[in-house]
């Protein structure tokens, strides 16, 4: 059974850093892409980042570009999104979500973190 | 960036009815759009991929049509359980880009 399960959310002041992770298990992790997709409260869903297999091909948001930083370790099955110099508008749940192969069809979800940035 | 233009904002249907969404990309994205069903306090739910590929599980009820820059979700007769919000995706071009969503609701 595929599991993604993310950490490291919490409450940070503007203009703080936090690291998030997603820890995945039930799949081959290191051949698929894997993305981070944010929903501000009440608000739609915002692609935020996505890593593609062997880490060769990352992609970002304008919004988060030049602050955020993606990465994947394939021997502990984790995804890390490390987020520098917060915004208010950062505020949001963040999901990791694994590709349906190495793409960017989104097939499982985690159940996200919060980010408040206040 | 690829703008995608969900339509309408709400629909109000009933058990049973067909349900029609839309969504309008600014730009070709060929058949790359996906469609997800996201319920409140929930993960997004893979349905529809590439237009007009129902992802695994799903029921036969969801069915996805379109390319170019016209795409239609359609359930063909809904259940309590569909009453939700749904988004469409393109992944056609970098940014990936989402729509801002439809709420379907019990009328």
């Known amino acids: 059974e595929v599991q993604l399960l993310e950490s490291g959310g919490g409450l940070v002041q503007p203009g703080g850093s936090l690291r998030l992770s997603c820890a995945a298990s039930g799949f081959t992790f290191s051949s698929y892409a894997m993305t981070w997709v944010r929903q501000a409260p009440g608000k739609g869903l915002e692609w935020v980042s996505i890593i593609k297999s062997s880490g060769g091909d990352i992609g970002y948001a304008d919004s988060v570009k030049g602050r955020f930083t993606s990465s994947r370790d394939d021997s502990k099955n984790t995804l890390d999104l490390q987020m520098n110099d917060l915004r208010v508008e950062d505020t949001a749940v963040y999901y990791c979500?694994?590709?349906?192969?190495?793409?960017?069809?989104?097939?499982?979800w985690g159940q996200g973190t919060l980010v408040t940035v206040s | 960036e690829i703008v995608l233009t969900q339509s309408p904002a709400t629909l109000s249907l009933s058990p049973g009815e067909r349900a029609t969404l839309s969504c309008r990309a600014s730009?070709?994205?060929?058949?790359?759009l996906v469609w997800y069903q996201q319920k409140p306090g929930q993960a997004p739910r893979l349905l529809i991929y590439d237009a007009s590929n129902r992802a695994t599980g799903i029921p036969a009820r969801f069915s996805g049509s379109g390319s170019g820059t016209d795409f239609t979700l359609t359930i063909s007769s809904l259940e309590p359980e569909d009453f939700a919000v749904y988004y469409c995706q393109q992944r056609s071009n970098r940014p990936i880009t989402f729509g801002q969503g439809t709420r379907l609701e019990i009328k």
């Open positions: 979500a694994k590709g349906r192969g190495d793409n960017s069809v989104f097939d499982y």
């Open positions: 730009q070709s994205v060929s058949t790359y």
